[in-house]
T-cell receptor
Framework: ETGVTQTPRHLVMGMTNKKSLKCEQHLGHNAMYWYKQSAKKPLELMFVYNFKEQTENNSVPSRFSPECPNSSHLFLHLHTLQPEDSALYLC?????????????FGPGTRLTVT | GESVGLHLPTLSVQEGDNSIINCAYSNSASDYFIWYKQESGKGPQFIIDIRSNMDKRQGQRVTVLLNKTVKHLSLQIAATQPGDSAVYFCAENGNQGGKLIFGQGTELSVKP
């Protein structure tokens, strides 16, 4: 176990649904990340939070909305998604935003949009 | 990172053999590189990193080689074991320094 948990592990939702992905880290880290991993494509950074402040939004569509209530928890709120949004969504955390600090990844949420 | 394609590159090796996985990175300004391992059903896991002031770094059964002249990174796994079967991908910090850019990955399959 990496110390980063994600729920749910699998999610199937229709295009009109609203759902949320949850990430929790037990490592005392101050930076948390959302990544999208599509089949046969490189990992794509979506959002970064450092000390609860959003420091990066990597041109992500507004149908994805992150929330970081504290340094240990990160949410990704989903609404009116498209089938091409189906992917593995990975959460990660690190001591701070500095890339030299190792990022610890959760197991991901496998999202299918129907 | 590596160019994006429709098929993930694959490497099949015999148990006990050495494996070499390659990565062509894209940005000459990158000065920090990481190799990750991702097993089926799991998130990526850090294996080893290297800074641009080094050409080689060794870990336990793994060695990373960096050739800045041709922007090439490789991961060598000694005495490959079935537990090494996974997707391996490299990451670089790019010219902004604050964001990792990931490669597509190579799927390593170890035959017993």
């Amino acid at each position: 176990e990496t110390g980063v948990t994600q729920t749910p592990r699998h999610l199937v939702m229709g295009m009109t649904n609203k759902k949320s992905l949850k990430c929790e880290q037990h490592l005392g880290h101050n930076a948390m990340y959302w990544y999208k991993q599509s089949a046969k494509k490189p990992l794509e950074l979506m959002f970064v939070y450092n000390f609860k402040e959003q420091t990066e939004n990597n041109s992500v569509p507004s149908r994805f909305s992150p929330e970081c209530p504290n340094s240990s928890h990160l949410f990704l709120h989903l609404h009116t998604l498209q089938p091409e949004d189906s992917a593995l969504y990975l959460c990660a955390s690190s001591r701070t935003r500095d890339v030299s600090y190792e990022q610890y990844f959760g197991p991901g949420t496998r999202l299918t949009v129907t | 990172g590596e160019s994006v394609g429709l098929h993930l590159p694959t490497l099949s090796v015999q148990e006990g053999d050495n494996s070499i996985i390659n990565c062509a990175y894209s940005n000459s300004a990158s000065d920090y590189f990481i190799w990750y391992k991702q097993e089926s059903g799991k998130g990526p896991q850090f294996i080893i990193d290297i800074r641009s002031n080094m050409d080689k770094r060794q870990g336990q059964r793994v060695t990373v080689l960096l050739n800045k002249t041709v922007k090439h990174l490789s991961l060598q796994i000694a005495a490959t074991q079935p537990g090494d079967s996974a997707v391996y991908f490299c990451a670089e910090n790019g010219n902004q320094g604050g964001k990792l850019i990931f490669g597509q990955g190579t799927e390593l399959s170890v035959k017993p």
